[in-house]
């Protein structure tokens, strides 16, 4: 892909830096320090979207060529948010709260430039299967999931044995709906 733009990730997450590098464009990664808060009021079905437009408002100081990726993934539970675990109890609870049913993922997306801005929501559906309680622990102990929204990763083992069915974008629960990005970056 040959962009008119110097592309910057604004993303610590290891995932987020392989996808943006498997669709074969040259980025650098410039983070900021960005509060997460949102409105209590705000439905959360727009919170991850929201979140990628305010990381993005950061980047006040863009060059005329840079364009600046931002994002936030969610994970909703029966119309609850799931953050990221603070330890393996909270792991445990939330992967057990997830344990044969459906949830969604939700990815929202900001493109920058100094002059334009483009956001978008990516929603991919996920159905476990009914996890053993020793399954769970086994995933916890072994992986250690506590960087991720909902306590899991889909490309790890409790993804590979645990999910019945996606419906959507697969790279959407990794973090970063490649598809509809890379559409967006030929259309900006």
Known sequence: MNLPYHLILASKSPRRQELLRSLEVDFEIRTKEVDE??????????????????????????????????????VLNEGKILNKAENAEEAFEMIQSLSGKTHEVITGVCLRTSHKKVSFSEVTKVTFRVLETTEIEHYIKRYKPFD??????IQEWIGMVGIEKIEGDFYNVMGLPLHRLYKQLLEF
């Open 37 to 74: 808060s949102f409105p209590a009021s705000m439905p959360v079905s727009e919170v991850a979207e929201f979140l990628a437009v305010k990381k993005s408002a950061a980047f006040e100081d863009l060059k005329a060529n840079e364009l600046v990726i931002t994002s936030d993934t969610t």
């Open 148 to 153: 991720k929204a909902g306590a899991y990763g």
